[in-house]
């Protein structure tokens, strides 16, 4: 008995075999379907990604504002995580007065303090060691990722995201020993990640030892801070307390979390709303050029059509089969474009990385679902626009008389 | 069985409007062997078409067993296609990717009414009868012209038909296999009660049928 196949196996069957028919055209509408492909998914997975970094550089920030030294340069990225080393600082008591500030519902002193004396890991490494208060801190303890089973007290340190000191253990700087409180997790905030976290009360410990070791540098003296990290109340807005900051302390500077962003996410929608046109238009192309190829196919094709409608093959039933024709080579085409996407991205990872942490934009990778997720999208696309495009072609053709078809030279 | 009634068909040309049929209206009866004859041009095949359902006439009507088939819709007609008329061509018309089996058992698939085990089952017998049996697994190009021509009767068969239309047949096989095809259609049409009806421009051929329509210039002539 010969094999049997039902009718939708045997169209599916016959849309396969007449793309094997013509090897060389299939192979290359599959390969500017995946170039069409490759470069969506490619830019769509990066374009996530980058707002993935800014989602985790930003959107998980306790802090609204940031009060510094006039004169102090910030790092757009790092602003609301962590005061910038510098040597301008602001003296405590603004810190009282602050607080007290109509809107202002929380304030978190911060001192930053670069060096490449510390002794860390007994070379001249550079390190931000940033001095906070527990009890006020918006920003690191809620980034701890891993730390002991106690409270946090004198003497203990908490590392960055990339430091390698497991918990638990003891490290040594200026010549005082610190244990290893916790680790943060990965914030993509440079400053963040590298940087050695200790309570005020532990720096007044070793701020003698750091002065003879440093020479007196201005954020070593008692009684100064880098910056004042502030959470405002429910309602208020940053233009409210942005105008009481200055308006009562004169020489600083505030860095308002909404503007930093307004502007990044205005850039950033800029950028996404480029690569989505670009993203449109790539379709559109793919669709016309499937619909010029497929009816130059099907007008080869005629009276094979034909016969099929002249053995009772419904209108619906040649569509179907030429919209799975082209649906089956673009599909392979997305998921070709999609594997070259991968694999471009991930041979150009290191470089992409370094250029985009060069411009200050902290890079981190989809996770796999999400990646699988955007290739899904864009397999579908291309099989739903390569439907498209061969669509009206096709319907024409359908629509045509068997006998006309039948007669045609194709 | 059939019935076209003042059919005429009209093509647009380069210099106007060109009648391949004007006005003919022919009975054929149940079981009846008919021929069309003519010479090349003389809208033969356009009649034939008209008949079969697959070129709407400019004028006229076509009942084939009391159905007035350019009445139907598009996938009415094209199901009773499907059921009531069998096709053979001039021309290979073979689906050049699918086996002899595949291409038999097509209509009765495109039909639905039967599963895919019952079509398969009566593409085998068919082919069988047909003298196929050997070449179910084989494609088109792996069998000669003459057994091509045998499996697209089959085609036309699979579904049980009520009439067989056959343009030019036999127009590029040698003698024997001629023969071998014409012996093959006074057969169904004895033994099944087939109504046939054959275009060609062979009298020789036509003489073998139980009838001769004669058609020059779109019209019928005594």
Not at chain 1, 126 to 153: G, K, M, N, S, Y
Not at chain 1, 368 to 379: D, E, H, K, R, V
Not at chain 2, 26 to 46: L, M, N
Request: glycine residues 10%.
């Amino acid at each position: 008995m010969a094999k049997q196949s039902g009718i939708g196996f045997l169209v599916a069957r016959l849309a396969l075999q007449n793309l094997g028919r013509r090897k060389a055209r299939t192979l290359l509408l599959v390969a500017a379907v995946a170039i069409c492909s490759g470069a969506v998914f490619t830019g769509a997975v990066l374009i996530q990604s980058i707002e993935s970094s800014m989602s985790v550089g930003f959107t998980r920030l306790g802090a609204d504002m940031l009060v510094v030294p006039a004169g102090t340069l910030t790092n757009i990225t790092a602003a609301l995580l962590t005061a910038e080393p510098t040597d301008l600082t602001l003296d405590e008591g603004i810190l009282a007065r602050l607080a007290a500030l109509k809107g202002v519902q929380r304030v978190a002193p911060q001192l930053v303090f670069r060096t490449d004396a510390s002794g860390y890991r007994r070379g001249g490494d550079l390190v931000d060691f940033i001095a906070f208060d527990p009890a006020r801190d918006l920003t690191v303890q809620p980034w701890l990722e891993q730390h002991l089973d106690r409270p946090l007290r004198d003497g203990d340190v908490i590392v960055g995201g990339r430091r390698e000191e497991a918990v638990g253990s003891e490290l040594l700087v200026f010549g005082w020993p610190l244990t290893v409180y916790g680790r943060l997790g990965k914030t993509a905030v440079g400053t963040h990640e590298r940087g050695l976290f200790i309570s005020f009360a532990t720096l007044a410990e070793m701020r003698v030892t750091m002065q003879q070791i440093c020479g007196m540098k201005a954020p070593l003296e008692p009684n100064k801070l880098s910056g004042i990290l502030l959470q405002l109340a429910p309602g208020v807005t940053t233009q409210q307390v942005r105008f009481g900051v200055l308006a009562n302390f004169p020489g600083v500077k505030v860095v308002s979390g909404e503007a930093m962003l307004t502007s990044i996410r205005q850039g950033l929608t800029a950028l996404l709303g480029g690569v989505l046109a670009l993203m449109v238009i790539m379709f559109v192309s793919t669709a016309l050029m499937v619909s010029v190829l497929f009816s130059a196919i099907i007008t080869e094709r005629k009276r094979e059509l034909g016969l099929l409608r002249a053995i009772g093959a419904r209108r619906h039933q040649i569509v179907g089969m030429l919209l799975t024709e082209a649906g089956l080579a673009t599909a392979a085409g997305g998921i070709a474009g999609c594997v070259l996407g991968l694999f471009l991205m991930r041979a150009y990872q290191h470089s992409l990385v370094y250029h985009l942490d060069d411009m200050g934009i902290p890079f981190v990778w989809l996770n796999a679902t999400i990646t699988g997720l955007i290739a899904s999208f864009c397999i579908l696309a291309t099989s739903l626009v390569g439907a498209l495009g061969a669509l009206f072609p096709a319907w024409r053709a359908s629509g045509q008389e068997p006998y006309a078809l039948i007669r045609s030279d194709g | 069985m059939l019935s076209c009634i003042d059919l005429a068909k009209t093509y647009a040309g380069e210099r106007g409007n060109v009648a391949a049929v004007d006005g003919i209206t022919i009975e054929v009866q149940p079981g009846e062997f008919a021929s069309i004859v003519g010479r090349s041009g003389s809208g033969k095949s356009s009649l034939l078409a008209m008949i079969g359902g697959l070129s709407r006439p400019s004028r006229g009507a076509v009942n084939v067993e009391d159905t007035d088939i350019w009445a139907l819709t598009d996938d009415r007609l094209a199901d009773f296609r499907n059921r009531r008329i069998g096709f053979v061509y001039q021309f290979a018309s073979l689906l050049p990717t699918l086996r002899i089996v595949d291409n038999v058992a097509l209509p009765a698939l495109l039909g639905r009414r039967q599963n895919a085990a019952d079509a398969y089952e009566r593409a085998v017998e068919t082919l069988d009868q047909l003298g196929l049996y050997d070449h179910v697994d084989a494609y088109p190009a792996e069998i000669s012209a003459g057994e091509q021509r045998r499996a697209a009767i089959a085609r036309a068969l699979i579904n049980a038909p009520a009439l067989l239309l056959a343009d030019e047949p036999t127009s590029d096989l040698d003698e024997e296999t001629e023969r071998q095809i014409m012996d093959g259609f006074r057969k169904l049409n004895r033994d099944r009660g087939l109504t046939l009806i054959m275009v060609t421009h062979n009298l020789r051929l036509a003489e073998q049928t139980d009838r001769i329509i004669r058609i020059a210039g779109g019209k019928l002539v005594p």
